[in-house]
């Protein structure tokens, strides 16, 4: 009886053996394979479908991209895949930029044969930076008066035309050039990143900027205001020399990685594509006033006679602001803005309304536009006498 009951036990023993072994030789494929042998991310980030992912079509095909801007400048092997470019630039350097024809055959045949207008700027790529971009500039031309953030390297440029550049916007230039013919704009960044640092971090980390470029087509004025296409690139801007030590520093840092930390990050490219991006919504940016033109010498652009640094003149005669009422559409509020010598701070109230202008505290102001500005536009949204700062430079 004993042992016709060992049976049972001897078959459920067997088939518990069979459970476990088919289970360990699951995991031992696990084990083999790792962890996120499945993970789809990584897959991805193979380098066969690295190759292929460029050579799929965009997400609208239908769209037209004009235009392509290469600045020939290496890029920073220390990016991971997934992430922006990072270039790194000399202060003071000539960069060539290259304005190539990107379109087929047919493709806007309204500016064959025609100018179109570029407008390059080099702006903040930081959110927090952007939104004082006036204050910063302005702490940037006290401390370097009759420099500019921005030059054309007019002698080494081919194929720009009508170069421009206004003395109140350091950072912005201007010039018309044809598609059709071999165009070259060589600029030169004369801030460095760690000048918009705070002293707290050391200057061990600078800012990064953005080089943007905007370009648009005549209307049926004859003026340069129809958008065609803007794209732009991150850059990091160093002390004569500096970019070079970083890039080799960034390439030594990546040969002692291990093989597999290397596919997380972006080989070096020896040119620097501009992406495609939104147009920068500085109004007055494209409007086709006239601006002062460049002369023949390296440091092309014109300065003031001086040192350039502000003149305040006696308090101008006192003007009451309009009020702003609280049922004002932003279009309505921007003017507003205009009317009473507000325009720096237009594009950071782009989308404020007349009761979103109205809501803000003393201090939401002071803090967005600075001391002086910030109290002028408190006193003006409650309707209290402006008076406006005016600065010559002599």
């Given at each position: 009886m004993a042992w016709a009951l060992k049976l049972p036990l001897t078959d459920e023993v067997i088939e518990s053996g069979l459970v476990q072994d088919f289970d360990a030789s699951l995991s031992g494929i696990g084990q083999e394979l790792g962890a996120g042998a499945y993970s789809m991310s990584d897959v991805l980030a193979l380098p066969i479908f690295k190759q292929e992912e460029s050579i799929l079509p965009p997400d609208n095909e239908n769209k037209i991209l004009p235009f392509q801007y290469v600045l020939c400048a290496a890029t920073s092997p220390a990016v991971k895949l997934h992430d922006e470019t990072l270039t790194y630039l000399n202060q003071g350097q000539s960069y060539e930029i290259r304005m190539l024809d990107n379109r087929k055959i047919g493709e806007l045949p309204e500016i064959t044969d025609k100018m179109v207008k570029s407008i390059l700027r080099v702006v903040f790529h930081d959110r927090r930076l952007q939104y004082t971009e006036h204050q910063?500039?302005?702490?940037?031309?006290?401390?370097?008066?009759g420099d500019r953030i921005l030059d054309l390297d007019i002698p080494m440029s081919v194929g720009i035309i009508d170069p421009r550049a206004n003395p109140t916007q350091l950072n912005t230039v201007e010039f018309l050039w044809d598609p059709s013919k071999r165009t070259s704009v060589f600029i030169q960044v004369h801030c460095i990143s760690t000048e918009f640092t705070m002293r707290k971090h050391g200057g061990e980390k600078g800012v990064p900027f953005r080089i943007q470029i905007d370009t648009f087509k005549e209307n049926e004025n004859e003026e340069y205001?129809?958008?065609?296409?803007?794209?732009?690139?991150?850059?990091?801007?160093?002390?004569?020399?500096?970019?070079?030590?970083?890039q080799k520093t960034d390439r030594e840092k990546m040969e002692k990685r291990a093989p597999q930390e290397k596919e997380k990050y972006q080989p070096s490219y020896e040119t620097t594509i501009l992406t495609e991006c939104c147009p920068w919504p500085e109004v007055s940016y494209v409007s086709n006033s006239p601006s002062p033109g460049f002369n023949t010498s390296h440091n092309s652009f014109p300065v003031a006679e001086g040192n350039g640094s502000p003149t305040h003149l006696p308090e101008p005669v006192v003007q009451v602001a309009d009020n702003l009422l609280p049922t004002a559409t932003p279009q309505d509020?921007?003017?507003?803005?205009?009317?009473?010598?507000?325009?720096?701070?237009c594009r950071l109230f782009t989308n404020f309304s007349g009761a979103d202008l109205l809501k803000l505290t003393r201090e939401d102001v002071i803090q967005i536009c600075g001391p002086a500005d910030g109290i002028r536009l408190f006193n003006a949204l409650k309707g209290r006498v402006v008076r406006p700062r005016l600065t010559v430079y002599v």
């Amino acid at each position: 009886m004993a042992w016709a009951l060992k049976l049972p036990l001897t078959d459920e023993v067997i088939e518990s053996g069979l459970v476990q072994d088919f289970d360990a030789s699951l995991s031992g494929i696990g084990q083999e394979l790792g962890a996120g042998a499945y993970s789809m991310s990584d897959v991805l980030a193979l380098p066969i479908f690295k190759q292929e992912e460029s050579i799929l079509p965009p997400d609208n095909e239908n769209k037209i991209l004009p235009f392509q801007y290469v600045l020939c400048a290496a890029t920073s092997p220390a990016v991971k895949l997934h992430d922006e470019t990072l270039t790194y630039l000399n202060q003071g350097q000539s960069y060539e930029i290259r304005m190539l024809d990107n379109r087929k055959i047919g493709e806007l045949p309204e500016i064959t044969d025609k100018m179109v207008k570029s407008i390059l700027r080099v702006v903040f790529h930081d959110r927090r930076l952007q939104y004082t971009e006036h204050q910063q500039l302005e702490g940037w031309r006290w401390n370097r008066p009759g420099d500019r953030i921005l030059d054309l390297d007019i002698p080494m440029s081919v194929g720009i035309i009508d170069p421009r550049a206004n003395p109140t916007q350091l950072n912005t230039v201007e010039f018309l050039w044809d598609p059709s013919k071999r165009t070259s704009v060589f600029i030169q960044v004369h801030c460095i990143s760690t000048e918009f640092t705070m002293r707290k971090h050391g200057g061990e980390k600078g800012v990064p900027f953005r080089i943007q470029i905007d370009t648009f087509k005549e209307n049926e004025n004859e003026e340069y205001t129809e958008h065609l296409h803007s794209a732009s690139c991150q850059v990091k801007v160093f002390k004569p020399k500096g970019a070079d030590r970083k890039q080799k520093t960034d390439r030594e840092k990546m040969e002692k990685r291990a093989p597999q930390e290397k596919e997380k990050y972006q080989p070096s490219y020896e040119t620097t594509i501009l992406t495609e991006c939104c147009p920068w919504p500085e109004v007055s940016y494209v409007s086709n006033s006239p601006s002062p033109g460049f002369n023949t010498s390296h440091n092309s652009f014109p300065v003031a006679e001086g040192n350039g640094s502000p003149t305040h003149l006696p308090e101008p005669v006192v003007q009451v602001a309009d009020n702003l009422l609280p049922t004002a559409t932003p279009q309505d509020a921007q003017q507003w803005l205009l009317r009473n010598r507000f325009s720096p701070f237009c594009r950071l109230f782009t989308n404020f309304s007349g009761a979103d202008l109205l809501k803000l505290t003393r201090e939401d102001v002071i803090q967005i536009c600075g001391p002086a500005d910030g109290i002028r536009l408190f006193n003006a949204l409650k309707g209290r006498v402006v008076r406006p700062r005016l600065t010559v430079y002599v």
